[in-house]
């Protein structure tokens, strides 16, 4: 129980600190990251986005258009987030597009299906479990920051401290995506080359 009660104890500091002004920036900042880093990737390729769209069972045709239109619409979310442009409309919506997208996420996963989800514009990345639990961590940040909006004012001041959550925020995301490409680091680094699976024709 000790082990329980130190992880809920570490959930329930993390979403107080969210709560802070400082917290509450960063964590904006956090979201607004991570739908660029998306939106763009599917605007660089939509067609592998439509695909994933397909594969999720929500379209049965593949469709570019609609691809680019989601990459487009993630990056007005984003800059809708990081201006502080009606908070109480478009955090709620932040909040229900990845709650959507971890169920979609989930019902695959039990159905026991395998395919290039395009999860946060990574175009190599397939479903599995470590996706899910990102995605419900974003989702639980987004309904936390729902709820703790605050009721008067913005939090987007254009001030040196709104600026420095910016950068954390990017840092935070840097390292955390740095983090998830150390096991194919580490497998590539036991065989770069391949050479154990060469064959040499004379």
């Known amino acids: ?72 619409a993630e990056l007005l979310l984003a800059l809708f987030l990081a201006t502080g442009t009606l908070p109480v409309v478009f955090l709620p919506a932040s909040a229900v597009l990845l709650w959507i997208f971890a169920l979609l996420i989930a019902r695959s996963l039990f159905a026991g299906e395998d395919f290039a989800c395009f999860c946060f514009g990574d175009g190599d990345s397939r479903l599995s479990w470590p996706t899910l639990a990102r995605t419900v961590t974003l989702a639980l940040l987004a309904s936390v920051l729902t709820v703790a909006v605050p009721r008067t004012g913005t939090y987007a001041d254009p001030s040196e401290t709104y600026v420095l959550q910016a950068i954390s925020a990017v840092a935070l995301v840097g390292v ?24 040499v024709n004379e």
């Open 1 to 72: 129980m000790n082990g329980f009660e130190s992880a809920l104890s570490l959930i329930a500091e993390t979403l107080l600190l969210v709560t802070t002004p400082a917290g509450y920036g960063i964590g904006v900042w956090v979201l607004a990251t991570v739908f660029v880093w998306s939106g763009i990737a599917k605007l660089r390729r939509p067609a592998l986005a439509a695909m994933a769209i397909v594969d999720f069972g929500v379209l049965r045709r593949v469709r570019p258009r609609l691809g680019a239109a989601l990459g487009a």
């Open 176 to 199: 955390i995506v740095l983090g998830s490409q150390l096991p194919k680091l580490l497998r590539w680094n036991r065989h770069p080359y391949r050479i154990g699976n060469t064959e």
